[in-house]
């Protein structure tokens, strides 16, 4: 089957789309230029700082840079209204001056770059200042007196970029991630798709399916009395079926690439007084949270963005988990439940002494194995009840004990972990000794335990989210290919047309390219290759003036 057969069905409307021009290219959107002004805004933070950028992004830039530039390098204003045209990506030393007074503004530099080989794909001036609110505020509003310039909203620059076809939605996405990225790992991600990784594997995905598109099509073409190959259908749901698979396997990623993106969200909880605002202050490495030998002293939770080993952390402290007749507790006690179930990963701290004790008198711990049938530790049910799969524990408070028992003690109070997560009873006994590396005894007090703690914990996350721990893994199938709902929920949708097709009858052709047809343009979405101005507040609403 030839890719020809739907290029001659091209200039049918309802198969417009499918010209290989509109698969490859997103300009589609692009409005004309007649209607767009020239924008600009800082594009640093504003005040002191070295040096400050101001962007102006439009078909009157060049006309900007003659108002407001002299002296440039090549003596700028020539007199009788000539001025000299300024070299690309260029930097040139200048004077920036008021466009009707003339006044001097700031010595600077300044550089255009001739569009479409600019950020925004139009013509761009930017302008080099000294970074002082004075001389920023000044060049501002000597910008907003020429009549075809305005500010640029939020964003403005890179939905230019964006409608010219520098980017897709993914790399716009991207972008703003950049941005945004507190931690290296962030960072990968985020710069992955700026630099059109996504966009490229959307858009294989997107091929992929236009070319069972393409077979289906020629069934219907060629119709009755002309030769058809056989098999032809059968050979569409073969590769429809091997792409749905595909995709599933990229809808089943546990949500990795839009958890890393946003934070791995880890709640501490347990009893009270067990030691969970000392591990919290502990992570941040300062006092974040208030510590008291008063149980009950955390009564709302807290939240705090950390970096483990490169990984983003959303931490949340909570409350301590027991019966209370008090108000306020009991409400920071409902918050603490709704954390840990929204949580990604908890940790659960409990005082080693205070388990044991619930064990067995002191006089007893010392055989405490053998007392280990007639009196378990507990944990109380208000705990045991939130323990997940996802659930490491932290045993703290070791410095109370003998270094002895509490080596011993482990043993046992493992097996009450393990069978509060009930795990052991669905016979899952491999995956439940695998959890065990998630037990640490640590004194939150003196230190000791906590780096090794902190160093395995790290490693169990990193093992779990990271994309970066092995470089030798760093490839296409290890690389999330999600990082925002807005992409699932359009891969979802495709997977549904690909199921429709699947289970439609040879008969039904017209219906089944139908199918197809729908499972490619829920793809195209991700790309913003059609329907883009419904996304585009969606997409653009986070971003920065000046961006
Ligand atoms: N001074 C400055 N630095 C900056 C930016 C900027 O706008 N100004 N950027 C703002 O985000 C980033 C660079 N983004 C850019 C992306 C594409 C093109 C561009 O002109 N692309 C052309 C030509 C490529 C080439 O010369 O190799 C193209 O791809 O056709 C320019 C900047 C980071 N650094
Ligand atoms: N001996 C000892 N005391 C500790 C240790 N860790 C914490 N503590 C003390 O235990 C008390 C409670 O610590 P917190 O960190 O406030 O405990 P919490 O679980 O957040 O308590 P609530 O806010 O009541 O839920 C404080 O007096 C801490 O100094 C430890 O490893 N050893
Ligand atoms: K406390």
């Given at each position: 089957m030839m890719l020809k057969t739907f290029c001659r069905q091209c200039p049918a409307a309802a198969r417009n789309f499918l010209c290989a021009s509109r698969i490859r290219g997103i300009s589609t959107v692009t409005p004309s230029d007649a209607q767009r002004s020239t924008i600009f805004a800082l594009s640093t933070p504003p005040g002191k700082a070295g040096v400050a950028v101001i962007r102006v992004s439009g078909p009157d830039a060049l006309d900007v840079w003659k108002r407001v530039i002299?002296?440039?390098?090549?003596?700028?204003d020539l007199g009788n209204g000539i001025y000299y045209q300024p070299e690309q990506r260029k930097m040139e030393k200048c004077k920036i001056v008021h466009?009707?007074?003339?006044?001097?503004l700031d010595d600077g530099l300044a550089v255009f770059f001739k569009g479409p080989k600019s950020f925004t794909t139009e013509d761009v001036v930017e302008l080099h200042l000294h970074s002082g609110r004075a001389i920023i505020s000044a060049v501002l509003s000597a910008l907003a007196t020429i009549k075809s310039c305005r500010p640029a909203e939020p964003g403005e620059f890179t939905r230019r970029a964006f409608l010219g076809g520098r980017m897709d939605l993914t790399q716009v996405e991207g972008l703003r991630d950049l941005l945004e990225a507190q931690t290296d790992t962030q960072r990968k991600l985020a710069l992955r798709a700026a630099a059109g990784d996504m966009r490229v594997r959307f858009e294989e995905l997107r091929t992929q399916i236009i070319h069972c598109l393409a077979m289906v099509e020629a069934l219907i073409d060629f119709g009755e009395g002309e030769e058809i190959e056989e098999g032809v259908y059968e050979q569409a749901q073969i590769e429809a079926r091997n792409l749905l698979q595909a995709i599933n396997g990229h809808l089943n990623d546990s949500r990795r690439g839009e958890i890393l993106r946003t934070g791995i969200r880890l709640a501490i909880f347990g009893p009270?007084?067990?030691g969970k605002s000392s591990l919290l202050n502990f992570l941040a490495r300062r006092e974040a949270a208030i510590v008291t030998p008063?149980?009950?002293?955390?009564?709302d939770v807290i939240e705090l963005s950390l970096d483990i080993g490169g990984l983003p952390i959303i931490v949340a402290d909570t409350a301590g988990l027991r019966k209370t007749e008090d108000l306020v507790e009991s409400i920071g006690i409902e918050r603490t439940k709704e954390a840990v179930q929204a949580a990604d990963v908890s940790i659960c701290v409990l005082s080693l002494p205070e388990m044991l004790n619930s064990a067995a008198s002191p006089s007893k711990r010392k055989s405490l194995e053998a007392a280990e049938h007639q009196s378990m530790p507990q944990i109380p049910s208000s705990v045991a009840s939130?323990?997940?799969?996802n659930t490491c524990f932290l045993l703290n408070?070791?410095?109370?004990?003998?270094s002895t028992i509490a080596t011993t003690s482990l043993g046992v109070v493992s097996q009450v972990l393990e069978r509060a997560t009930g795990k052991e009873a669905d016979g899952e006994k491999m995956e439940a000794t695998a959890r065990w590396e998630n037990v640490w005894t640590v004194s939150l007090q003196n230190g000791k335990g906590t780096e090794e703690f902190l160093q395995s914990f790290a490693k169990s996350l990193k093992h779990r989210?990271?994309?970066?721990?092995d470089e030798s893994v760093l490839n296409d199938s290890y690389?999330?290919?999600?990082?925002h709902t807005r992409q699932r929920v359009h891969l979802e949708s495709a997977a549904r047309f690909i199921e429709a097709f699947l289970s439609?009858?040879?008969?039904?052709v017209v219906l089944a390219a139908e199918e197809l047809r729908y499972a490619a343009q829920a793809v195209g979405k991700i790309s913003g290759l059609i329907d883009v101005e419904d996304v585009l507040d969606v997409v653009f609403k986070d971003f920065c003036i000046g961006k």
């Open positions: 002299r002296n440039a390098r090549r003596r700028g466009p009707e007074s003339g006044e001097l009270p007084n067990a008063i149980p009950g002293t955390t009564r939130l323990i997940t799969q408070k070791a410095d109370l004990l003998d989210y990271d994309i970066s721990a690389m999330p290919l999600i990082t439609t009858p040879p008969e039904d």
